[in-house]
């Protein structure tokens, strides 16, 4: 009798204040063609006060866990929220060792790491040597290594660059044009949510029963973190985000793009320090520095009805910079196929997704009102007779990191 055996994935999406982790079961013949519903979810938010760490954990078949924990160390956390897979209501496995990877999403990989690899000693060096390009995120991503180590031993654990898929970048596109000893210290466009931006291309090609190596796309991932990326035959050929994530689109609390010469002006003539300046560009601009409001574009939203001038304006700016991005990756693609919208902006905000259609009626993209307003998940939201299809899409960069641990175990 033939029995199927299956690979347990464990996936750690470490952020600045958080940490989220899925555990799936894939059988090992074949990867599913979408997204199966993970076995166990858990998240750990350390956003609330010092000290504290907010878990909540569910199981697939829908039990929850929600706790406090005071004291210890994220490391200590981590492993509480780990112990729930095989412990208590939300036991959906015997005992720990029976995850067979585990996977990381880490958001810089410079230049030496473009690939998804096995984590070493030297991709942990890398890793820590970097945390200065990506300061609110590879620190975490190597606590969550260090803590899995200490959890599960020696299971092997996989590294996949949020990076990576943008290193298809031709040099046009990802060389700044400074001086060029820039480029020999390595100081060039990385672009990131390439773990976003490459499967959502993957899937708009599922969805359009299309071979993911043809078609233009422009993929819009709008969060509290936005960045847009032009896809030519499935590879990433231009990018909003840069060195930094701090480049490119309007975003929550993130300035994007700004005139550099702000920048010198302030600490020449303001007295700002380069502490201040990083705080002020990071988490007090964009929309929550403009609108004085919030980051959240759903509060945004409720205190224009009321009628806030600040939050008003907030969203033209965030429209009109986004409309303008999109436009220069029309140029780098040479004509749109489909125009993709996802993460949490992308997915829920009809309103956003109108406006940034509306500006390209020109090109023959047309999009149905009706299917726009209901929340549509992986659909296609434009008229029968539009020029690009609208679609979108729930990103899935869990399943997407789980799939790429599968690929390299099985090589």
């Known amino acids: 009798m033939f029995l199927c055996c299956y690979m347990k994935i464990l996936v750690l999406n470490a952020g600045s204040s958080s940490q989220k982790s899925c555990l799936y079961k894939i059988a090992d013949e074949a990867l599913p063609t979408q997204a199966p519903q993970p076995l166990w979810e858990g998240k750990i938010n350390w956003t609330q006060e010092r000290g504290v760490a907010e878990i909540e954990v569910k199981t697939g078949k829908g039990a929850t866990l929600q706790e406090s924990i005071s004291g210890d160390s994220p490391q200590a956390h981590l492993t509480y929220m780990l112990h729930t897979l095989s412990y208590g209501t939300t036991k959906v496995i015997d005992q720990l060792s029976e995850i067979d990877v585990v996977g990381h999403r880490i958001v810089h990989g410079g230049q030496d790491y473009r690939d998804t690899v096995i984590i070493t000693e030297d991709v942990k060096n890398a890793i820590t040597r970097l945390s200065n390009l990506a300061p609110a995120h590879n620190p975490a991503a190597l606590s969550g290594i260090e803590g899995i180590e200490k959890t599960l031993g020696d299971v092997p654990q996989v590294a996949v660059f ?40 993957q899937r708009a090609a599922q969805i359009l029963g299309q071979d993911v190596a043809s078609g233009r796309l422009i993929i819009c991932h709008l969060g509290n973190g936005c960045s847009l990326a032009a896809i030519k035959n499935g590879r990433s050929i231009d990018t909003t985000m840069g060195f930094t994530p701090l480049e490119g689109l309007m975003m929550g609390s993130r300035s994007g793009s700004v005139d550099p010469g702000i920048l010198i002006y302030l600490l020449r003539y303001c007295n700002y320090s380069v502490e201040r300046l990083d705080h002020i560009l990071n988490k007090a601009s964009g929309l929550k520095g403009i609108s004085g409001v919030s980051s959240d574009m759903r509060e945004l939203r409720a205190a224009i009805a009321q009628g806030n001038s600040r939050a008003q304006l907030a969203w033209d700016i965030y429209v009109h910079r986004l409309r303008s991005s999109m436009g220069a990756m029309l140029t780098s693609l040479g004509g749109l196929d489909a125009l993709v919208f996802t993460a949490g902006v992308g997915e829920h905000s009809p309103e956003i997704r109108q406006a940034a259609c509306e500006a390209f009626g020109f090109l023959g993209l047309k999009i149905d009102f009706e299917k726009n307003q209901q929340q549509p998940v992986d659909e296609d939201i434009s008229t029968p007779d539009s020029a690009v299809r609208v679609l979108v899409i729930h990103t899935q960069e869990d399943w997407a990191i789980a799939k790429q641990c599968w690929q390299l175990l099985k090589q």
């Not at 898929?165 to 060389?175: E, G, M, S, V």
């Open 162 to 201: 949020d990076t990576g898929f943008h290193a298809t970048l031709p040099d046009a596109a990802a060389i700044y044009p400074g001086p060029y000893e820039w480029v020999e210290e390595g100081i060039r466009r990385y672009g990131f949510h390439g773990i976003s931006h490459q499967y959502c291309s």
